[in-house]
């Protein structure tokens, strides 16, 4: 992120483009990969509270699709995650920043 015209972000940018860059990221991943970044996935959201799981998805996805999302959502939806991968092991929360810092390196 210190290469984009900003040089810093604020979290809950740098929440909303790493987010994009694993979208884009997804499609070189080997079969492996793809299954163990969706089972890091799916232990992610099983933390979420149903109601705020459904809005996390959905924000998820239209980010990926490249829509516009207000700066509050972006902040309550970065939270949200943050708590949530907060709660994965040790581990499986390195395995999951290895793969952003993966898809983030791709792209800048």
């Known amino acids: 992120m210190s290469q984009t015209e900003a040089r810093v972000l604020e979290p809950e940018q740098a929440f909303r483009r790493s987010l994009a860059a ?3 990221l997804l499609p070189s991943l080997s079969k492996a990969e793809t299954r163990e970044l969706a089972g ?3 232990a992610t959201y099983a933390t979420v509270p149903w109601a ?3 809005r996390l998805a959905s924000y998820v996805e239209r980010v990926r699709k490249g829509d516009t999302t207000r700066r509050e959502e972006d902040v ?3 939270a949200v995650m943050k708590a949530a991968e907060d709660k994965l092991t040790p581990a499986r929360r390195l395995r999951l920043q290895a793969y ?3 898809a983030i390196r ?3």
């Open 22 to 24: 694993l979208a884009r």
């Open 40 to 42: 890091l996935t799916a």
């Open 52 to 54: 705020e799981r459904s």
């Open 76 to 78: 309550e939806m970065a």
């Open 100 to 102: 952003y810092e993966k």
């Open 106 to 108: 791709t792209e800048y």
